[in-house]
């Protein structure tokens, strides 16, 4: 056999710390899967992720809603469709953490303090960029899933991948914001 690669992402991957520790989080989180499944939507969202992980404002979204994928995949996806107490679709601002279902910000308010939020780039159709923050309670919302109903019960612990990840975003951010980068939003941070 001779094979011939397609695309060359390797050199390109290698140039930013963001990538390389994104790469290695999901490759993390795919060795969690059954062998000998067939994920073919996987395959397909890997082949995206790749081509654009080396954008570090855009990793940090690319990787949370890998994650959310991923727990999809596993059986334990989340419902962040409709509120779980009303079943409205609009102002979807927390996550139960025992249904794993969003939850409007009305019906969630009483019990917001026990309540995992739930960033707005994350919800269906949003078409929002995700600042810093959001990226922060993103990775919070899937880890606590993750770490529940998969870390724990395999005994195993979180990649150490996963918190590189997060440390080099948060860098990446820092810097962002020393130099005054204008957001997604349209804001210039400074």
Request: glycine share 8%; aromatic share 8%.
């Amino acid at each position: 056999f001779q094979a011939e690669a397609i695309e060359m992402n390797a050199a390109r991957l290698m140039d930013s710390a963001v990538a390389i520790y994104g790469l290695q989080t999901m490759a993390a989180h795919l060795r969690l899967l059954p062998e000998r499944d067939a994920h073919g939507g996987l395959y397909e969202t890997l082949a995206v992720m790749i081509a654009h992980l080396d954008d570090t404002d855009a990793a940090g979204e690319l990787v949370a809603r890998f994650e959310l994928l991923i727990l999809d995949e596993l059986g334990f996806g989340l419902d962040l469709s409709q509120c779980a107490a009303t079943g409205a679709r609009q102002d979807l601002a927390y996550v139960s953490p025992k249904s794993g279902r969003a939850v409007s910000r009305a019906a969630g308010a009483p019990w917001r303090d026990k309540m995992l939020v739930l960033p707005a780039f994350l919800q269906r159709g949003s078409g929002l960029r995700a600042d810093p923050a959001a990226i922060e309670d993103a990775f919070r919302l899937t880890g606590f899933f993750f770490t529940r109903h998969v870390y724990e019960p395999r005994g195993i612990e979180a990649p150490g991948a996963r918190a590189g990840f997060l440390a080099a975003l948060r860098k990446h951010h820092a810097a962002d914001k020393e130099i005054g980068v204008e957001t997604a939003a349209g804001e210039i941070i400074t």
